[in-house]
């Protein structure tokens, strides 16, 4: 099924005229109600009169998360704070956090959005959904919640934590989709027989997980374990929260919701644009978006477009799953690193779990990685020397994936913090 036919089955040439149309009018808009933007495009030279059409995106200025924390709280908001009818903000893990202001119209455009992401994922009223994101500042909850009500779905707000209730609620409910992270979700699955229940008795048949970087691997995973199919989300507070773009059934590439957010692939380096298919850091420039437009928004996430029509009918731009983010990246003794390519080799080899925390340090000036693995519950090795042995498995097989040498130590179930919303799986003491 698709929601909103007419928008996501549109010819790519009735896209690019309504995002000319659209563009026209943000870059308007922003200019005569954002100082910061009115400043920004001064300085570059342009006037919303050099815009025509939707190539001419590439004349303005990009905007980065440092902009949004220099503005903080409200100085990016385009409307007076009496139309703003909510806010959210991001947790700021990584500085001071960044706020999003949303009027009514903001409100109903996201709900709609969630409302084809969940279609999309083979959802419908006769579903009952789990949201397990957390409500409150952070997108996930809320955000999916409205979108969910608005195809009838039966919601059940769960809100993020409490493992044991979570499961229980998924059993007494018959609970049909599940919506958290992909790391709360395989935590969950894991859980399952500790807390007495069987995967016999759970009537979950969809995951809508997102908010993170997770690989392909581990989707099957987590398909395997739960019996179910399993869709990803991608969204960011500072675009609108989750909703951004969704995978189908085809499993080939999220549609992003393009008429809404105009996506570009830049080079990490140059910040030009590239082709299809050439990876670099995804920018958004939010079209219609009332309380904080933004042009050209930098995420740092790393992915590819492709304009090409997909096999489920919509023709929406897909973007490569994602990852990882370029400040994600970790330099290890020169070499690029990021975290989902170790999640990628364990789920390969497939004889632990996917749970695993890495430690960075600096010995006598060179960069030294230890992996703690946790061990899978039906695969506990019997002696010291299946342990090694295993170890060294996992060493070579990282070593050949990413050319480093990582000191693997292999670690008893749930002796690794889980995580109930965003995972937390590097620690980097080599500044300390
Ligand atoms: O994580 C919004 C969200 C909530 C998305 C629930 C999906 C589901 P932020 O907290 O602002 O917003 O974090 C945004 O998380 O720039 C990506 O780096 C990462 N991210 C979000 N979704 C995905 C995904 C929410 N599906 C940042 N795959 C983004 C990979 C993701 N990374």
């Not at 698709?2 to 009735?14: D, G, T, V, Y």
């Amino acid at each position: 099924m698709i929601w909103n036919e007419k928008i996501e089955c549109m010819s790519r040439n009735q896209m690019r005229d309504l995002h000319s149309e659209r563009l026209k009018e943000l870059v308007n808009r922003t200019y005569n109600n954002v100082a910061f933007y009115r400043k920004r495009m001064k300085d570059l030279g342009v006037k919303p009169a050099d815009i025509h059409s939707i190539d001419d995106i590439v004349k303005l200025p990009f905007t980065y998360k440092t902009d949004l924390r220099d503005n903080y709280p409200f100085d990016l908001f385009a409307v007076p704070m009496k139309d703003i009818v909510r806010i959210h903000a991001s947790s700021g893990t990584t500085g001071k956090s960044t706020t999003a202001g949303y009027t009514q119209y903001d409100i109903d455009n996201w709900k709609e959005l969630i409302s084809r992401c969940l279609t999309m994922s083979g959802i419908n009223s006769g579903d009952i959904i789990q949201i397990s994101y957390g409500y409150g500042l952070f997108t996930g909850g809320l955000g999916i919640h409205y979108g969910a009500e608005n195809i009838g779905c039966t919601v059940v707000p769960v809100s993020g934590g409490n493992t044991r209730r979570q499961l229980q609620i998924m059993s007494d409910f018959g609970t049909t989709v599940l919506a958290c992270t992909p790391s709360y979700a395989l935590h969950l699955a894991d859980a399952l027989t500790e807390h007495g229940y069987s995967l016999k008795e759970m009537k979950l048949k969809v995951g809508i997980f997102g908010a993170e970087p997770w690989t392909d691997n581990m989707r099957l995973e987590l398909e395997k374990k739960w019996g179910i199919n399993a869709f990803d989300i991608y969204g960011l507070s500072e675009i609108m929260g989750p909703g951004v773009a969704n995978d189908c059934i085809e499993h080939a590439g999220l549609h992003v919701q393009e008429d809404h957010f105009f996506p570009e692939i830049v080079d990490s380096h140059t910040k030009l644009p590239v082709r299809d298919g050439t990876e670099g850091e995804l920018v958004f420039t939010t079209l219609t978006k009332e309380g904080i437009p933004l042009i050209r928004y930098n995420t740092r996430d790393l992915s590819t477009l492709n304009h090409e029509k997909c096999a489920c009918g919509r023709t929406m731009v897909r973007m490569k799953k994602i990852t990882g983010r370029s400040d994600d990246m970790l330099i290890i003794s020169g070499i690029n690193l990021f975290p989902s390519q170790i999640e990628h080799v364990l789920l390969e080899m497939g004889e632990t779990s996917a749970h695993y925390m890495l430690y960075i340090d600096k010995e006598n000036n060179l960069d030294t990685l230890e992996l703690l693995v946790e061990m899978n519950e039906s695969n506990l090795m019997e002696t010291i020397r299946d342990l090694q042995m295993l170890s060294r498995k996992i060493e070579n097989a990282l070593n050949s994936a990413i050319g480093l040498n990582v000191k693997v130590r292999l670690v008893e179930p749930k002796t690794i913090a889980h995580s109930e919303g965003k995972v937390l799986r590097v620690i980097d003491r080599r500044m300390k």
